[in-house]
């Protein structure tokens, strides 16, 4: 999967140029569909940044060890309650089959609820302590962790296929 995000416009002229060819900004007046409001101005606005961009990759039976603010994001509300960073997981699921899904207290047993992001990486899809779940080969899944804490968590995170 490959993912790009970019600012602004194609062509963007920020001094704006003159009619002869020379660089222009000597007017405070925005050239036609350089602003708000204005009919000359077409192109659709730039798109958010989802959760799942910059996602940490996570390999079958290889646990990951890491700070619920790692990513330094909070793009949505989690399990653990509102404006909390969250470690965003990607898991491309290597064979069909059932796999399980498990988050703890960094070396502890202490289970941390995980959200299952829904398909546009917008929004908490459900919370689970553990989950079973059936996978088709190549299926792309997301979770995120919060701390429950409000404070930055080491934790454990797995997913594991018997």
């Given at each position: 999967m490959i993912a790009a995000t970019a600012?602004?416009?194609?062509?963007?002229?920020?001094l704006g140029a003159a009619s002869d060819?020379?660089?222009g900004g000597g007017s405070d007046i925005?050239?036609?569909g350089d602003g708000p409001g204005t009919t000359g101005d077409t192109a659709p606005p730039d798109m958010a940044v989802t959760a799942c961009t910059g996602a940490i990759h996570v390999t079958v039976n290889q646990p990951i060890t890491t700070s619920t603010c790692a990513t330094g994001k909070n793009l949505f509300d989690g399990c653990a309650?509102?404006?909390?960073?969250?470690v965003v997981f990607e898991f491309v699921a290597p064979a069909a089959g059932s796999y399980t899904v498990q988050t703890f207290e960094s070396g502890t047993m202490n289970i941390i609820t995980t959200a299952?992001?829904?398909?546009p990486c917008a929004a908490n899809a459900g919370c689970f302590g553990l989950k079973q779940a059936?996978?088709?080969?190549g299926?792309?899944?997301y979770f995120a962790v919060e701390a429950s804490s409000g404070a930055c968590q080491m934790i454990d995170f797995s997913i594991t296929m018997p």
């Open positions: 600012c602004g416009r194609i062509g963007f002229d920020p060819g020379s660089q925005p050239p036609p309650g509102p404006a909390l960073d969250e299952n992001v829904d398909a059936s996978m088709n080969q299926q792309t899944t």
